[in-house]
T-cell receptor
Framework: DQQVKQNSPSLSVQEGRISILNCDYT??????FLWYKKYPAEGPTFLIS?????DKNEDGRFTVFLNKSAKHLSLHIVPSQPGDSAVYFC????????????FGPGTSLSVIP | NAGVMQNPRHLVRRRGQEARLRCSPMKGHSHVYWYRQLPEEGLKFMVY????????ESGMPKERFSAEFPKEGPSILRIQQVVRGDSAAYFC?????????????FGSGTRLTVV
């Protein structure tokens, strides 16, 4: 069973426009959410996170929105740049004794110049 | 990904051989996590270790796979008698404390190919 879902395997956006990547989760015990970015042949790198006590967190061009009632979060990138082309993983953790992080399957973003 | 060192970057093994994947966490990090990425799939949790202890191995296949994080030296993910289905990218991450809020730093991964 997939606890973190990213239903769009891929997304193409024009440079300068907004990229919106979506993520849904099923486990209501998740209380911390993260986005990671991954280039080919490299490991994932941390992008931005949000705690369940917030509904928005912003860092430069990146904003994450959390809708707990809908069990949905989204990552907004504005303006999108060609260097943003990568696979984006949504991830979540549950407040257990060790806060294991569960990743979604990823969305491949292509930003077209 | 500077700081978390994984080696080798690429590993080719014949069916039935053993694969040993190494992970040196960032300095000061005592928590290590192993993830596997199968082709066209996301990252699947395998095991969480602290120094000399396995905390959670719920994602590890029941047979042939083992992991350790000794007091001295890197963490090792060991796969015995590899099969073609073990071909994947294996990523190690480390953190300075327990929990996602500390942030995981990932290595560049080891790409295992079983022929």
């Amino acid at each position: 069973d997939q606890q973190v879902k990213q239903n769009s395997p891929s997304l193409s956006v024009q440079e300068g426009r907004i990229s919106i990547l979506n993520c849904d989760y099923t486990n209501s015990m998740f209380d911390y959410f993260l986005w990671y970015k991954k280039y080919p042949a490299e490991g994932p790198t941390f992008l931005i996170s949000i705690s369940s006590i917030k509904d928005k967190n912003e860092d430069g061009r990146f904003t994450v929105f959390l809708n707990k009632s809908a069990k949905h979060l989204s990552l907004h990138i504005v303006p999108s740049q060609p260097g943003d082309s990568a696979v984006y993983f949504c991830a979540a953790s549950e407040k257990t004794s060790y806060d294991k992080v569960i990743f979604g399957p990823g969305t491949s973003l292509s930003v077209i110049p | 990904n500077a700081g978390v060192m994984q080696n080798p970057r690429h590993l080719v093994r014949r069916r039935g051989q053993e694969a040993r994947l190494r992970c040196s966490p960032m300095k000061g990090h005592s928590h290590v996590y192993w993830y596997r990425q199968l082709p066209e799939e996301g990252l699947k949790f395998m095991v969480y270790l602290q120094k000399e202890n396995i905390i959670d191995e719920s994602g590890m296949p029941k047979e042939r796979f083992s992991a350790e994080f000794p007091k001295e030296g890197p963490s090792i993910l060991r796969i015995q008698q590899v099969v073609r289905g073990d071909s994947a990218a294996y990523f190690c991450a480390s953190s300075p404390g327990k929990g996602a809020s500390y942030g995981y730093t990932f290595g560049s991964g080891t790409r295992l190919t079983v022929v």
